[in-house]
């Protein structure tokens, strides 16, 4: 339950990145356009012959402003539209179209709801706003993300949805606008009643931040560079950016919620304010003099550190990732780097972080910013602004101490601990590590069983392709003598079979899981080769060889051919696997008619995508695996009609699926059909009943179960 939550909130913070990656092109027209325009600025750099009211390019700076004050003005349906696309697995356009709709429909509810009740004055001062032109409650981004989620929670259920054949014009995705049109209806009304009260907390909540002074600051800090690995960051900081829990403020007569709409509109009117507000910059300026100055000088250490031999090298890897984070705030390369080899310096990096913001609070530095805290942001809403209004000349001076602390404290803790920064291990890779590199390590340490796989399959550098049949892993290798059969059964597969370069790894019905398993870990594995071939593995999954079982038959089940056609047994069946009963026991049917029925009361467990093979349960709780055809998974379900859906009840005797024999016989090694009981228990003991000629329906197997 906690990774599924988990794994959630990582794909939310994932939907917001679309939305948040606007910002900076907004706050770029803003920040120049409002700067330029500033009357102050104009004066103090003489400028206003050139840029003043009147000239061209005034009125070209004017159109840039207000071309990025509309985004930030229009965040919450952008968020609306943005993380519905985000969060949605399929058909985006559709997810994005259905957020806009229900977006308009659910603020077009509340304001109708507002006009019921007596109108916005009937409501306390500042409950209300104009949404897109709609007078609705002021519920910013937190509106756009209540319904982003919630449309993509709907779309991802009902864009497949089929409706009865009158109605079914509007099925599929057109169904999706539909219903979220009609559900966020509801939602409007019964948000009329309780977003008051969920104001009531914001604002509550808000006020304990602001009043918890410079130790919020900091711990804010330090709780948005923790949450960085996690992917969480985003979840953490954005209502402080976009909701009233980042303060409140009147700008211009309009009450403005969110520390960074603050900013913005206070960028936007500037010639009405002494100085940008620092109970919202807060929340933004610390960034600024650890990536800046700060990681440079941790860069600066891990070079200065580095064996002799690889300091070119290291060098320039190092050189480029200090000036990302100088010019544009992007600190991965630094950041993950510490994480992916001394996670302790990371945990340092945090607290100095968390003081960073406490000092530029401390300092009433007011400089915002878009997306992060580089050397571009503080030129456009720092110096252009002027000190007067963000008091900027204290982050270099802030900076300036940052990078001889980091550069001298990394310095000693990587020579003190030895620490393998880049290019301080003879034998190994020069490189700075990125988040997808943390991600594999930490997803390797969580699916061991995948790793097992990809390590005795001879590595991921040795795996062509992977795919799956009812039972078996199928997968084409470079080099078949790096592939390690112990290995694979010590994960649970009953048997391996190698056929040139192709390998099949017998685990049973469950085989889906364990492909789509080994295919999220290849996607961040290394790609390197693995030899294990010298290694002693532990056979986890070999077979062991209990005694038959003994004593009094207490039940005996008697199992039905699906099949009608000619009875064997099952080592006459011409697939290796079957013969040597890797998935189970029973007999194999040469069919002569395609009809395959159920063998007894008892339910569908499965239905395999390419329709060849069907998992069956029996109401006596025996495990069935009927298997038409031999390899006829790459018929890829042509030839094939199935009659029966997964967890269908089903009478012995019910029709199951249809077979095209001549079509198979053509295109298949075998039309010989194994039916087994894949599941036996030490109790239980399977006897064939039929040899020959065998129709439908009649005895062909018996499963005795012992005292």
């Given amino acids: ?37 500033n009357a102050t600025m104009l004066e103090t750099y003489h400028l206003t012959s050139v840029l003043g009211p009147g000239t061209v390019g005034n009125a070209i700076l004017t159109v840039m402003s207000d071309a990025g004050n509309i985004v930030f003005a229009n965040l919450p349906i952008i968020f609306a539209i943005g993380v519905a696309i985000g969060m949605a697995k399929k058909e985006k356009e559709v997810a994005a179209l259905a957020g806009a709709i229900a977006f308009l429909i659910m603020h077009a509810s509340i304001g109708a709801m507002i006009t019921i009740h007596g109108g916005p004055e009937a409501l306390l001062e500042g409950a209300t706003t104009s949404v897109c032109g709609i007078t609705s409650l002021q519920m910013g981004v937190f509106g756009g993300m209540i319904v982003g989620l919630g449309v993509a929670a709907l779309h991802n259920r009902f864009y497949k949805i089929q409706l009865p054949q009158v109605l079914s014009f509007f099925g599929g995705t057109r169904f999706v606008p539909i219903i979220s ?7 409007g009304i019964a948000m009329f009643f309780v977003w008051p009260f969920v104001q009531q907390g914001i ?22 560079r923790l949450l960085i690995p996690f992917g969480l960051h985003h979840v953490f900081y954005l209502p402080f950016w976009q909701t009233s829990l980042g303060g409140t403020l009147e700008v211009n007569g309009q009450l403005i919620e969110g520390a960074q ?20 910059t807060r929340f933004m300026s610390g960034k600024f003099p650890f990536m800046i100055l700060g990681l440079p000088g941790a860069a600066l250490a891990m070079y200065r550190t580095a064996l002799p031999e690889k300091k070119k090298e290291v060098g320039g890897l190092l050189l480029s990732a200090a000036l990302t984070s100088m010019l544009t705030g992007i600190t991965e390369p630094i950041e993950f780097t510490f994480l992916f080899v001394a996670p302790a310096l990371y945990g340092i990096h945090c607290i100095f972080a968390g003081a960073s913001y406490m000092l530029m609070h401390i300092l009433g530095v007011g400089v915002g910013m878009t997306f992060s805290g580089g050397i571009i942001d503080l030129i456009l809403f720092g110096v252009l602004p002027g000190n007067k209004l963000t008091s900027w000349v204290w982050i270099p001076v802030v900076g300036v101490g940052y990078f001889v602390v980091y550069y001298f404290l990394f310095t000693f803790l990587i020579k003190k601990f030895d620490l393998k920064t880049p290019g301080r291990d003879a034998d190994e890779e020069v490189k700075l590590y990125r988040r ?21 399959l001879g590595g991921k550098a040795n795996i062509s392709d992977v795919d799956c049949c009812a039972t078996r892993l199928r997968v084409t290798v470079h080099k078949s003598e790096l592939v390690n059969d112990a290995m694979l059964k010590s994960t649970g597969a009953s048997g391996v079979v190698h056929k040139g370069n192709g390998v099949q790894v017998i685990y049973g019905p469950h085989v889906t899981v364990i492909k789509s398993n080994l295919e999220d870990y290849l996607e961040t594995a290394p790609n390197v080769e693995y030899n294990g071939a010298d290694e002693t593995v532990a056979d986890e999954a070999a077979a ?36 040597q009963k890797m998935m189970g026991d029973g007999a194999v049917v040469t069919p002569n008619d395609g009809k395959v029925v159920a063998p007894a009361d008892g339910t569908v467990v499965f239905v395999f995508d390419t329709k060849h093979a069907i998992g069956f349960k029996t109401d006596d709780d025996v495990a069935m695996l009927l298997h038409f ?18 967890g269908q009840k089903v009478k012995k005797g019910d029709l199951l699926m249809e077979a095209d024999l001549d079509y198979i016989s053509k295109n298949a090694p075998s039309i010989a059909t194994p039916v087994l009981c894949t599941e036996l228990k030490g109790n239980q003991k399977l006897r064939r009943l039929a040899d020959g000629e065998i129709k439908a329906g009649e005895d062909l197997l018996a499963v005795d179960f012992y005292e």
């Fill in 203 to 224: 604002a509550a909540v808000g006020g304990i931040v602001m009043e918890s002074g410079y130790a919020g600051t900091w711990i804010y800090g330090i709780m948005e």
């Fill in 544 to 579: 062991q060889t209990s005694a038959e079982p003994t004593g009094e038959v207490v039940k005996t089940v008697v199992l039905g051919s699906p099949i009608s056609g000619v009875a064997a047994d099952l080592a006459e069946t011409p697939d290796e696997v079957f013969a």
């Fill in 629 to 646: 055809g031999i390899d006829t998974v790459k018929l890829k379900g042509e030839g094939f009609n199935v009659h029966v859906t997964n």
């Fill in 181 to 187: 049109g009609l559900t966020y209806t509801v939602v």
């Fill in 436 to 456: 997808a590199d943390y991600n594999a390590k930490k997803e390797s340490m969580g699916d061991q069983t995948s790793e097992k796989i990809c390590n005795g």
């Fill in 261 to 280: 709409n603050i900013f913005f509109a206070q960028l936007g009117a500037q010639d009405t304010i002494s100085h940008f507000a620092v109970s919202a």
């Fill in 1 to 37: 339950m906690k990774d599924k939550i988990f794994g959630v909130l990582q794909r939310v913070g994932r939907s917001f990145m679309l939305p948040i990656a606007l910002l900076p092109v907004a706050g770029l027209l803003l920040g120049i356009g409002g700067s330029f325009t």
